[in-house]
């Protein structure tokens, strides 16, 4: 009798999807000033780039993160895995315990409540420099 509830429960709340053309509804919380510091020397690189480069127009990857200002930058939860701490103890449960948060910076940007596309910041010695970025990120 447990086991049918719980699958009531899990159909019914499951068939409760959001359907508003993958909407966000106030992701995140405000950035820090360190994550805004990481923004604007990801920018000040693609500019340095795109100077250097000779194309005409810059690829959209550089484009939209010139244009990040204009967009709702949320920064979502990133972990490593510390193969150290779970190979010291192997187990099921080691694995939850493995995660550490990440020093990287992991953003979802979105337009009009739509999200746009991610894009990964790592640290490497005193400047931020752009390891991902993924376009149509909230086309599934």
Do not use: Q
Request: charged share 25%; aromatic share 12%; proline share 4%.
């Amino acid at each position: 009798m447990k086991k049918i509830i719980c699958i009531a429960f899990l159909l019914f709340n499951c068939s409760n999807a959001i359907s508003d053309n993958k909407k966000t509804h106030g992701l995140g919380v405000p950035l820090t000033s360190n994550e805004m510091n990481a923004i604007s020397k990801i920018k000040e690189m693609v500019l340095e780039f795109i100077g250097k480069s000779r194309t005409i127009e810059p690829p959209f990857s550089f484009t939209a993160i010139l244009n990040i200002d204009s967009t709702d930058v949320t920064l979502l939860p990133y972990y490593d895995f510390d193969t150290a701490i779970f190979y010291k103890d192997p187990s099921p449960e080691k694995i939850l315990e493995s995660l550490v948060v990440s020093n990287d910076l992991y953003f979802a940007i979105s337009k009009d409540g739509c999200l746009e596309y991610s894009m990964l910041a790592k640290r490497k010695e005193d400047a931020w420099i752009l390891s991902r970025f993924s376009e149509n990120w909230g086309i599934l």
